[in-house]
C-alpha cells in the first residue's frame, strides 16, 4: 500500500503532537514542514525526516502532497485554508477555527463548494470516556451543565493579545463549549461577563457565560488565565439522578466520574487523543472509514458559540446562537 504524504504547516506544541504521532503511522509520510521560524521549523522537520520550508503558503502548493495538518494561531486561519480548498488538498485543522466567525463561515462556504473531507482538532470526541459520558445521557434528559477552564496563561507572545488568539474563550474555552454541545444539544442563547484586562488590547482576565439550550437545559461557562497552573478544566452534566463530570488533567489524562444515589464511578484514561484524531482522518483518506467525527461544518457550529459567547462578554447583552 503506498504511504499518504502529508504536510504540517506550524510547530508549536500542538504541532508537535501531531507530528509525533503522523511519524509513527507506517501508512503515513510526512514529507513537509513549515514554520515562519526557521530555526524550529528544521528542528522539527529532521525529527521526522522531512522537508523544511518558512511557509505554510509556499508547503501548500507542493505537487506531492495528499493532505495537510494546518496547526496554526487563529490570527494565521483562512487564507491558508482558501488555498488547501484551491489545491483541492484535504486538510486537518487545529481549534480554533479562526479569530472570528465570519472567516470561519467563508471557510465552510468554500470546503462545503469543493466536497473536501476535512476534520478539526476537537480532541476530546474521540476519548472513551467522551463517548461513555453521552451514552449515559440520553438526549433531552440533561438539566444543567457547569463548564470551567481554569488556568494559567499560555505562554505564546500571540495568545495574550485578542488579535492575537481571539481570547480565552475562543482559543481555549472553546473546548468546553463542544462538549457542552455534545452532550446537552445546540445552544440557542447566551448570556455573558468579562473581566477585562489591565493593558489594552489583552484578552480578558475571566469570564463567564450562562447558555439557553434548545431542550431546554440551561448551563454555565466560566474561565480564567490568572493562576500558576491547570486547576479545572472540564463539563459536569446533571441529568435526572445522575452526574456525569468529565475533567482533563492534562492531554494524556482524561477521567469520567457518575455519581447516583448508589455511589460513584470513576472511569480514566490516558489514551492519547491527538493521535487518534490523526489515524482517524488519515483512515477515511485512505478509505478505511466512513467519517470523520468532526469535519469542519460540525465545528462551525462549536465556533460560532464559542464566538456569541464572546461577543455577549464584550457586549453585555444577550446573544442568539445562529445554527
Known amino acids: 500500500m503506498s504511504r499518504l504524504r502529508v504536510g504540517v504547516v506550524g510547530t508549536g506544541f500542538i504541532a508537535g503532537r501531531h507530528l509525533a504521532a503522523l511519524s509513527r503511522f507506517d501508512d503515513v509520510e510526512v514529507v513537509a ?16 525526516g522531512a522537508r523544511c520550508l518558512d511557509d505554510g503558503a509556499a508547503l501548500l502548493q507542493l505537487e506531492e502532497l495528499d493532505a495537510v495538518w494546518l496547526c496554526v494561531p487563529p490570527f494565521a486561519h483562512g487564507p491558508l485554508e482558501a488555498a488547501a480548498v484551491a489545491r483541492r488538498l484535504p486538510f486537518f485543522v487545529e481549534k480554533p477555527l ?5 472567516t470561519a463561515r467563508e471557510v465552510a462556504r468554500q470546503v462545503a463548494g469543493a466536497g473536501l473531507t476535512t476534520a478539526v482538532g476537537y480532541h476530546w470526541r474521540h476519548l472513551d470516556v467522551v463517548q461513555r459520558a453521552a451514552a449515559l445521557l440520553p438526549a433531552g434528559d440533561v438539566r444543567l451543565v457547569t463548564g470551567t477552564w481554569l488556568d494559567a496563561t499560555p505562554r505564546p507572545p500571540w495568545w495574550v493579545r485578542r488579535d492575537g488568539s481571539g481570547g480565552q474563550v475562543v482559543e481555549q474555552t472553546t473546548h468546553v463549549f463542544d462538549l457542552a454541545r455534545l452532550l446537552a444539544g445546540e445552544v440557542v442563547s447566551v448570556c455573558a461577563a468579562e473581566r477585562p484586562a489591565p493593558v489594552e488590547g489583552e ?4 469570564a463567564a457565560a450562562v447558555l439557553t439550550f434548545a431542550s431546554g437545559a440551561v448551563g454555565s461557562v466560566c474561565s480564567t488565565r490568572v493562576l500558576g497552573w491547570r486547576h479545572a478544566v472540564g463539563l459536569q452534566v446533571v441529568a435526572d ?15 469520567l466520574r457518575v455519581v447516583t444515589a448508589d455511589g460513584e464511578e470513576v472511569h480514566r484514561t490516558d489514551a492519547d487523543p491527538i493521535a487518534a484524531e490523526d489515524r482517524e482522518f488519515v483512515d477515511v483518506l485512505c478509505g478505511r472509514a466512513e467519517r470523520v467525527r468532526v469535519p469542519y461544518a460540525e465545528a462551525l457550529r462549536t465556533h460560532a458559540l464559542a464566538c456569541a459567547a464572546d461577543t455577549a462578554a464584550r457586549g453585555g447583552a444577550p446573544v442568539r446562537v445562529e445554527s
Open 98 to 102: 479562526a479569530l472570528d466567525v465570519d
Open 203 to 206: 484578552v480578558a482576565t475571566a
Open 241 to 255: 439522578g445522575r452526574v456525569v463530570e468529565l475533567s482533563e488533567r492534562s492531554l494524556d489524562d482524561h477521567r
Open 33 to 48: 514542514v513549515a514554520d515562519p521560524v526557521r530555526e524550529r521549523a528544521e528542528v522539527a522537520a529532521a525529527r521526522v
